[in-house]
């Protein structure tokens, strides 16, 4: 017969104990074999880091300051490219980058410090096409937002005005242009006109998708807590559809963008972007056409961005309340 009496008072590794009742032998912490009567539990220690892992921690970057730097990699990498294709070909219809750059600062950037830089030419120039296109802009979203929110709250008005939504916004603003001239005639009201009705499309259709999108039990719950319709509109119904709104906007701001340069190529505007394009043209001076086209460029991208970070700030906000 096998036997597993040993020595009284012998604890051999292996054994786990509990703190307990004399002589109680139960599943629990894991005793170390050493001087009698010693019970003291193992504990794992994590070794701390060395010196050469922290060394790689502190030289690491952040993720979105790589992204960022990796972007503006690939950009300066296109820009000398263009630089040293256009130096190697030598024609003057695609000037190299440095020359349009410093064409531009001398145009429009060399102004007084206590004017922000800006020229002469430059308030001439880009702060109306600015004004027209904020004031396009502007329209365009509130009217979308507002009409978006009525149409998508009422499944009966959403029915009976999707099919004229879609028909407006395939039409081309550029066909309306006769239609716009003969209502407003040339200039600026006629300039606004065209950059609203491009715009706003695309704020009405994704807000008003956004608005019918809202969860029904959220709408339940607040008809369960008597909330008024400014209320529900303010706390429930905006915040749910914030993503499709920006998604609109982002879209409006471009096509402002490029309806605010087309409206300006037309008879009748005499400053603007477009206007000092098309003169530009005119008189063969292809350096001041592509400073144009890197200024046009140059707006876009910052308009976006800026857009973007309203965007990330408002619409984590409506998703962390929601």
């Given at each position: ?9 012998e ?14 032998r139960?599943?629990g ?11 003291r ?19 690491a ?20 490219v ?7 070909h030598g ?5 190299p980058p ?10 429009w ?22 004004g ?18 009525a149409?998508?709250?009422?499944r009966?008005?959403?029915?009976l ?14 066909a309306?242009?006769p ?46 807590l ?16 914030l ?14 963008l ?8 037309l ?15 005119s008189?063969?001076?292809l ?11 140059a707006?876009?991208?910052l ?6 970070a309203?965007?990330?700030r ?8 929601a």
């Amino acid at each position: 017969m096998t036997g597993d009496a040993g020595v009284p008072g012998e604890r051999r590794p292996g054994v786990t104990m509990d703190a307990g009742t004399s002589g109680e032998r139960r599943p629990g912490v894991t005793m170390d074999a050493g001087t009698s009567g010693d019970r003291r539990p193992q504990v794992a220690t994590t070794a701390a880091p060395g010196p050469p892992q922290r060394a790689a921690e502190r030289r690491a970057l952040p993720a979105g300051l790589r992204h960022a730097l990796l972007r503006w990699l690939v950009l300066a990498l296109a820009v000398a490219v263009w630089e040293a294709a256009a130096r190697a070909h030598g024609s003057v219809y695609f000037p190299p980058p440095g020359r349009i750059a410093h064409h531009a600062y001398e145009l429009w950037f060399s102004g007084p410090v206590r004017h922000l830089f800006l020229s002469e030419a430059a308030v001439a120039d880009i702060l109306p096409s600015l004004g027209r296109m904020g004031a396009g802009f502007g329209l365009a979203a509130v009217a979308g937002i507002a009409l978006g929110v009525a149409v998508g709250r009422s499944r009966r008005a959403y029915a009976l005005c999707n099919p004229v939504l879609q028909f407006a916004r395939a039409v081309p603003p550029p066909a309306l242009v006769p239609v716009f001239v003969v209502v407003f005639d040339f200039g600026t009201p006629m300039q606004i006109a065209s950059i609203v009705f491009s715009a706003v499309w695309p704020v009405l259709i994704n807000t008003a998708e956004g608005a019918r999108d809202t969860d029904p039990l959220r709408l339940d719950v607040a008809a369960v807590l008597r909330l008024n319709p400014v209320e529900r509109l303010w706390f429930l119904i905006l915040p749910s559809a914030l993503p499709r709104i920006f998604a609109g906007l982002r879209l409006s701001l471009s096509l402002s963008l490029i309806l605010m340069v087309f409206s300006e190529l037309l008879p009748g505007t005499a400053n603007g972007i477009g206007f000092t394009l098309t003169d530009a043209q005119s008189r063969s001076d292809l350096l001041t056409v592509w400073a144009a086209l890197v200024l046009l460029g140059a707006l876009g991208y910052l308009l976006n961005t800026g857009l973007l970070a309203v965007e990330k700030r408002l619409v984590g906000r409506g998703r962390a309340t929601a």
